[in-house]
């Protein structure tokens, strides 16, 4: 919070020293030497977009999406990955899934994620051979075929799934429980990606969000806590026994 305060008074004062704005650049054709950047943007005001940023001259184009789909991106942007040769952006709370080609920014489809007239709110995104696995609020794990570019199954697992990430052939996903507190869940669900069938939880601590995966395949989960008396603490599972095996002792609110 603290570098985000600083870099918004940094970009005032740069901004109001201006006397003349340069014209925004227009979303390259072809994407290279640049970055792709998802901003979430205000709940329930519909202004998630993407902002393009050229590195060689520092450009950067923050209407990249509409000028590439002739189209808003949707409320609260969530999470942008990049698989194979597609880029994929969840949007939570608008319940779509965005696929874009990667090498030109043009969109290939949208997924709806309703399911019986009521929005799956999705989350996170990760992925495992042919298959996207998307976290949604509902308590399921949407199974998306990259190729067909549709969701082919639906994988029940604990409440309000947060973070998830691929280890040893299994998905592990945080059930926060967000939407019960604070009466939160503090599990990660073992997913057998070979049977799509989840096969165990694991308790790592309340209301736990990020997940991430090392180099070496341990598991990383960071559980929040109740933002007061219980602290976040991040935790490391082991992908072989399935175990929680060790709780570092300092705060951790965020992992990359």
């Known amino acids: 919070m603290i570098i985000r305060l600083v870099f918004i008074s940094v970009l005032a004062v740069t901004l109001w020293g201006c006397k003349k704005k340069n014209p925004e650049p227009e979303a390259p054709t072809t994407l290279s030497h640049g970055l792709l950047v998802l901003n979430e943007g205000l709940f329930n005001h519909n202004n998630s977009s993407l902002s393009w940023i050229n590195i060689n001259d520092h450009g950067v184009s923050n209407s990249f999406f509409e000028e590439k789909t002739n189209r808003g991106l949707g409320d609260t942007g969530n999470d942008l990955e990049r698989y194979g040769g597609k880029i994929y952006v969840v949007v939570n709370v608008s319940s779509t899934i965005e696929i874009l080609d990667a090498a030109t920014g043009n969109s290939l489809q949208q997924i709806s994620m309703i399911h019986n007239g009521t929005p799956k709110q999705p ?12 976290s949604c609020y509902d308590g399921y794990v949407d199974v998306i075929d990259t190729l067909s570019m549709s969701v082919t199954q639906r994988i029940a697992v604990g409440s309000n799934p947060e973070g998830l990430a691929v280890s040893n052939g299994k998905l592990y996903v945080a059930n926060s429980g967000g939407l019960n507190y604070p009466n939160v869940d503090s599990t990660v669900s073992v997913v057998n990606l070979s049977t799509h069938q989840e096969i165990q939880r694991i308790t790592v601590g309340n209301n736990p969000g990020g997940v991430c995966v090392d180099s070496e395949g341990d598991v990383y989960v960071i559980s929040r806590g109740n933002y007061s008396s219980i602290p976040s603490r991040m935790h490391r599972i082991n992908p072989v026994t399935d175990t929680k095996e060790f709780t570092f002792s300092f705060d951790a609110g965020g992992m990359t």
């Open 123 to 134: 989350r996170s995104i990760a992925f495992y051979g042919s298959k996207a696995y998307v």
